[in-house]
C-alpha cells in the first residue's frame, strides 16, 4: 500500500503539468487511447529529431499527416523501441505507417537495449512495468526506473523550453570521428548479438504488421561515413523485404 501511494504522489506531481512532444523526452505520457495516426517513427535520437524544438510540427505540415514519435533519445535499441510500441498498440492505437530510423550499432551491445537506463524519465505505469519485465530489461534498469521517482528533481521538473538549433558545423574532426563510432559499439562487433537483435528486430516488424501498420526501414544520414556492421543490417533489411514485404 505505501508503494503504491508512493507511485501515486510521484505521478500526481508529473502530470500537474501538461507536456507538448517537444517539451519532454517521456513518451508514456504523450501515448493516448485509441489515436489513429498516419505515421508512427521509431528510432533513437535520429528519429527524435524530428520532434524537438517543435519540427514535429514542420514535419507533419510539409507531408499533411498525423505524426506521433516513440523515437527515444540517448541511443534506444530494439528492446526499447519494440517496448514503447506494443504500448502504444495495447491502448488501442492505430498507425498507417511504421517508419524506424535504424542504426546498426543498436544491434551490437545490450547497452543500448536490455541495460540502457531509457525509463527513468517516464511517469510510474504498470502497464509499461510488466513490459520492461516481459522483455527481460535488466534490474539496474528497473530499479532506476523506481528510484527516479524518489529524487527531488522528479519533483521539481516542468516541461521543457523549446528552443531553436542554429549552430552550424564548419569543419570534421577525424579524430572525434572516431572517438564517436568507438563509443558506438561498446562491445565490440558480437555476431552472437547482432543474431539476437536481428530477431528481436524481425518480432518487431511483425508486432507493427499484425496491427495492419506498413513498415518502412531508413537508415539515417550522419557524418561518421558507413558505420561498421551497416552491411549486415541492409542484408538483415533485404530478408525482411523477402519475408515480410517491408519497404
Request: include cysteine.
Amino acid at each position: 500500500v505505501i508503494s503504491m501511494v508512493f507511485f501515486v504522489i510521484a505521478n500526481v506531481s508529473y502530470y500537474r503539468h501538461t507536456y507538448a512532444p517537444w517539451e519532454t523526452e517521456a513518451l508514456i505520457p504523450l501515448i493516448e487511447k485509441r489515436s489513429d495516426y498516419d505515421i508512427v517513427i521509431l528510432g533513437t535520437s535520429h528519429g527524435r529529431v524530428f520532434t524537438r524544438n517543435q519540427n514535429e510540427l514542420r514535419v507533419a505540415a510539409l507531408l499533411n499527416k498525423t505524426i506521433f514519435n516513440l523515437s527515444k533519445g540517448g541511443g534506444a535499441g530494439v528492446v526499447p523501441e519494440t517496448i514503447y510500441l506494443s504500448l502504444f498498440f495495447d491502448k488501442k492505437n492505430t498507425a498507417d505507417t511504421v517508419l524506424y530510423f535504424v542504426d546498426p550499432w543498436v544491434f551490437f551491445s545490450k547497452k543500448w537495449n536490455e541495460e540502457r537506463f531509457f525509463a527513468n524519465d517516464e511517469p510510474f505505469s504498470v502497464e509499461f512495468f510488466h513490459l520492461l519485465l516481459s522483455h527481460n530489461i535488466e534490474a539496474k534498469v528497473l530499479m532506476g526506473y523506481i528510484q527516479e521517482k524518489a529524487k527531488h528533481s522528479w519533483y521539481t521538473q516542468y516541461p521543457m523550453p523549446v528552443t531553436e538549433e542554429t549552430r552550424t558545423l564548419c569543419t570534421v574532426d577525424p579524430e572525434l570521428i572516431q572517438k564517436r563510432i568507438d563509443g558506438l559499439y561498446l562491445d565490440g562487433m558480437s555476431e552472437e548479438l547482432f543474431a539476437e537483435y536481428a530477431e528481436q528486430f524481425e518480432d518487431m516488424i511483425v508486432l507493427a504488421q499484425s496491427h495492419q501498420s506498413r513498415v518502412i526501414i531508413a537508415l539515417p544520414p550522419t557524418l561518421l561515413g558507413e558505420l561498421p556492421g551497416t552491411d549486415k543490417l541492409i542484408a538483415v533489411i533485404r530478408d525482411m523485404q523477402e519475408k515480410h514485404g517491408i519497404e
